[in-house]
């Protein structure tokens, strides 16, 4: 089943792509600043992995344009509180426990509303971004195992999970991606091997 998702905001709708397969062990989240090319490979390889998978936005089309809103973390980690709350009161969603993937500027955020909702975020899996500006107190209650996908040659992401690492008490990991490599299949395994019913 395929349909749509609306979550309203300040600056308009954000517009998301729910696609739910028969009998899903589970929901990812791919909330994004902007989306990638490489987000279609992800959604297939969770798709497969018999997980219902949403696409949404983060930023309005009035935000993008706005230089910088996508590093706005306190936005962006509203935004994902937002939409979990939506997905918590959604027929479809709210019986199945969420793995939030994030991207970018993204991740601190995905960190955030994971630490806040984590009777209802079971796994988190970043690719990039500065997770240390999640906040030490977020780093903290952060509950949700996180893995950390980073680029070799991504040295800001690197130190910054070495920053945020000892503020972390759940299960935490990181991983280098080759060149070229997509993320898809490391978020699988992960979504798949910590995702549990509600």
């Not at 980690?77 to 991207?103: I, K, M, Q, S």
Request: with cysteine; aromatic share 6%; hydrophobic share 50%.
């Amino acid at each position: 089943m395929n349909r749509d998702i609306f979550l309203e905001t300040f600056h308009g709708p954000l517009h998301g792509q729910l696609a739910i397969p028969p009998a899903p062990r589970g929901l990812a989240v791919l909330a994004l600043v902007e989306p990638l090319p490489e987000d279609e490979a992800l959604a297939a390889a969770l798709a497969a992995d018999h997980l219902a998978v949403l696409a949404m936005p983060l930023l309005t089309e009035q935000e993008l344009h706005f230089p910088d809103a996508a590093y706005n973390v306190p936005l962006l980690a509203h935004r994902f509180t937002d939409l979990l709350n939506l997905l918590r009161y959604d027929g479809d969603t709210e019986r199945l426990p969420v793995g939030l993937y994030a991207e970018g500027h993204a991740a601190p955020a995905a960190i955030r509303a994971a630490a806040l909702k984590d009777a209802q975020v079971g796994a988190v899996a970043c690719h990039g971004g500065l997770i240390d500006l999640a906040g030490r107190e977020n780093l903290h209650l952060l509950a949700a195992p996180l893995l950390m996908l980073v680029d070799a040659d991504d040295q800001a992401s690197q130190t910054s999970f070495r920053r945020a690492s000892g503020y972390i008490s759940a299960p935490k990991e990181l991983r280098s991606l080759a060149p070229g490599e997509s993320p898809g299949s490391h978020v699988a395994q992960w979504f798949g091997d910590h995702l549990q019913a509600i």
